[in-house]
């Protein structure tokens, strides 16, 4: 049996920016014991401030998801704080942009090392805590993990293989009767930093195709997976018509991605490249939750919070409305691309304190911070 939200302790990591900096956010407001982690201590430090108010406690912890022993590290040192783990949150993600044949092999290893490796470096650290009091892993995926997109490769595969891990660590620990729950978040776009935090190998700015979510949608999913835990939760309505066109029709969905260029002109904007990227180290002051790309609420969040009847016919319909609509957002966007013109958003900021603590790795001590 779960705890509510309130009285649970939840590591998050990759809480930097986007994703991660919103469900920080999110639970600290509902209350929860929350320990942050991610590589930029300043980015750390500003959500920390930003969550000050809350009604949660929060702690950081600067760490990389390529360092095992500092995972460990993190899980050691949140029990040592709190006594326990009950949810741990993986989101930490880096992404590479361009033709599959031009992006260096280095540069695969690296985005399998954080996307991939970091998840499983998680997973391990925070096993036994959680079969100690029948916890839940959640993992950040992508609709990726289920239909591929061009100028994406090593991205789509570690996120294919991210859920890969997860089905497999699901039926091990059922074997095992652990008690612990794996669910797979699976985001369509979402508005976050991500897309100008990765690396481009293309000539223009990398950009989120329509129809893009706010991430709070996604916030909103993983806190109900960590109340009530699901195998997969999509979020997002092109999401459902992602994956129905890869269970159904993977012939015709790589047409319809490819024809005219399709899916390459949406995942490009007018202007070049970002001159830095979060592929190697973090991009310094980039912690914010959105990225300014107009991010709307995802009817399939609040359906995570519906009866099952319910979703399963809300489902069939954005399984056919979401194919639709990505392909009508994507004609109305001129020559296919977002313009930055056309995005508006918030940019919440990150938190306060002094750091909880530095990963083995670094040359800071690694204790929480308070």
């Known amino acids: 049996m779960t705890r509510p939200i309130e009285d649970q302790v939840v590591v998050v990591v990759g809480a930097s920016s986007g994703i991660g900096r919103t469900t920080v956010r999110m639970l600290a407001e509902r209350g929860a014991k929350v320990v942050a982690a991610a590589r930029s201590a300043e980015d750390l430090e500003s959500l920390v ?77 925070s096993l036994p805590e959680l079969r100690r009091g029948g916890g839940t892993l959640i993992c950040v995926g992508s609709v990726e993990s289920v239909r591929a997109v061009p100028l994406h490769a090593p991205y789509v595969s570690s996120k294919m293989a991210l859920r890969g891990f997860c089905d497999s660590l699901r039926m091990d620990l059922q074997a095992d009767k652990a008690g612990v729950a794996v669910t797979l978040v699976l985001p369509a776009a979402i508005d976050t930093p991500f897309f100008t935090h990765a690396r481009n190998h293309m000539a223009a700015a990398a950009a989120s195709p329509p129809p893009v979510y706010a991430p709070e949608s996604v916030a909103h999913a993983i806190l109900r997976a960590a109340e009530h835990p699901r195998r997969e939760v999509v979020v997002g309505g092109s999401g459902f018509g992602f994956v129905a066109g890869q269970k159904l029709w993977p012939r015709m969905t790589d047409r319809l991605m490819t024809t005219k260029d399709n899916m390459l002109r949406a995942q490009q904007a007018p202007g070049p490249g970002e001159p830095t990227d979060a592929l190697d180290v973090p991009v310094p002051g980039s912690g914010e939750e959105r990225g300014h790309y107009g991010g709307r609420p995802s009817l399939s969040a609040l359906l995570t919070t519906a009866r099952p009847v319910v979703r399963r016919a809300a489902a069939v319909t954005a399984a056919a409305g979401g194919l639709a609509v990505s392909r009508i957002a994507r004609r109305q966007a001129p020559a296919g691309k977002v313009t930055p013109a056309q995005h508006q958003g918030t940019s919440p900021a990150e938190g306060p304190g002094k750091p909880w603590g530095v990963a083995a790795s670094t040359t800071r001590d690694n204790r929480v911070r308070h």
């Open 49 to 125: 401030r930003e969550t000050s108010g809350s009604s949660g406690s929060i702690r950081d912890m600067v760490v990389d998801v390529r360092d095992q022993l500092a995972m460990h590290q993190l899980a050691a040192a949140t029990v040592q704080e709190f006594g326990r783990i009950d949810t741990w949150i993986g989101v930490a993600g880096v992404g590479v942009y361009g033709k599959a044949w031009e992006i260096p092999v280095a540069e695969y290893e690296e985005v399998m090392r954080t996307n991939w490796l970091g998840q499983v470096h998680g997973a391990l650290a």
